[in-house]
């Protein structure tokens, strides 16, 4: 990933440091998101290497089923969405990947935020790749689920009306 593991299990520390004392749903599941992001960019090393531990991506999983819950559905579809693809994807479940690829895809064109954005291209890339993968990860998949992974930030783009 570029990014040494104790710096990655630093930042990961201090999210998981706030996250009881967010209460507003929509700080916590931006937190939550965040901690899933950090989880599963640690995770790419071990998945490189022939596979991802299973309590990690548990984690990193039910993270993201706790940040759907206050999160509006246009955060879900730029944040939870692409996040959910990338930990599908490390565990090998690259249907699951592709499922949730399409998902993304389909709310990126219908909230209309993505023109000139990469968001669109990046789920093009993430579903080309997985598509191309049999059951060893190429290195331009790990690429592409790095690129994932740092583009979800924590700011979002308002829907168009």
């Known amino acids: 990933t ?3 593991s104790a710096t990655l299990q630093g930042f990961l520390r201090r ?3 706030l996250l009881p004392e ?3 749903p929509y700080c916590r599941g931006r937190a939550l998101v965040a901690a899933a992001k950090l989880t599963l960019l640690d995770e ?3 998945f490189a290497a022939g596979g991802a531990r299973p309590e990690a991506l548990d984690l990193a999983a039910e ?3 706790q940040a759907r819950e ?3 559905e246009a955060v879900q579809v730029q944040k939870v969405l692409p996040t959910e693809a990338v930990c599908a994807a490390l565990r090998g479940d690259y249907l699951g990947s592709s499922t949730a690829v399409a998902a993304w895809q389909t709310g990126c064109q219908q909230l209309g935020c993505f ?3 990469p968001e669109p291209e990046l789920a093009a890339d993430l579903a080309h790749e997985l598509s191309c993968t049999a059951s060893v990860p190429e290195r331009p998949l790990l690429q592409v ?3 994932v992974l740092a583009r979800v930030g924590v700011g979002h783009r308002t829907p168009r009306a």
Do not use: D, F, M, S
């Open 22 to 24: 967010l209460r507003l």
């Open 63 to 65: 993270r993201l089923r």
């Open 145 to 147: 689920l790095c690129r």
């Open 2 to 4: 570029g990014v040494a």
């Open 70 to 72: 206050g999160l509006a």
């Open 44 to 46: 790419i090393p071990w």
């Open 115 to 117: 023109e000139g954005q």
């Open 15 to 17: 999210v998981e440091a």
